[in-house]
Nanobody
Framework: QVQLVESGGGLVQAGGSLRLSCAASGSTFSINAARWYRQAPGKQREFIAAIGSSGSTNYANSVKGRFTISRDNDKNTVYLQMNSLKPEDTGVYYC?????????????WGQGNQVAVTS
């Protein structure tokens, strides 16, 4: 079974940085495109960033200029570099990846990664 394993979350003070990783397990699933979402307690999940197969990127206005989504195809991993963090960035971050697996193009979700930003 394909898994997306997230890591890199934690507690950080305002103005600090964190780097989230989302790695696909095994060698049968190849990531084509990926997105990052976050969900604050009691709130709806929101889109944060996306990266396409060609490397094109898209960001929510709330994180534009501060966050960077990237990928390492050799490692089959997607990253989210978060700089100049604010308390409102606090939440659970989820990666979602679309790829190729056994002749189809399914999508998978990571397990979630807690980010807490203190003032």
């Amino acid at each position: 079974q394909v898994q997306l394993v997230e890591s890199g979350g934690g507690l950080v003070q305002a103005g600090g940085s964190l780097r989230l990783s989302c790695a696909a397990s095994g060698s049968t699933f190849s990531i084509n495109a990926a997105r990052w979402y976050r969900q604050a307690p009691g709130k709806q999940r929101e889109f944060i960033a996306a990266i396409g197969s060609s490397g094109s990127t898209n960001y929510a206005n709330s994180v534009k200029g501060r966050f960077t989504i990237s990928r390492d195809n050799d490692k089959n991993t997607v990253y989210l570099q978060m700089n100049s963090l604010k308390p409102e960035d606090t939440g659970v971050y989820y990666c979602n990846a679309v790829g190729t697996y056994s002749g189809s193009n399914p999508s998978y979700w990571g397990q979630g990664n807690q980010v807490a930003v203190t003032s």
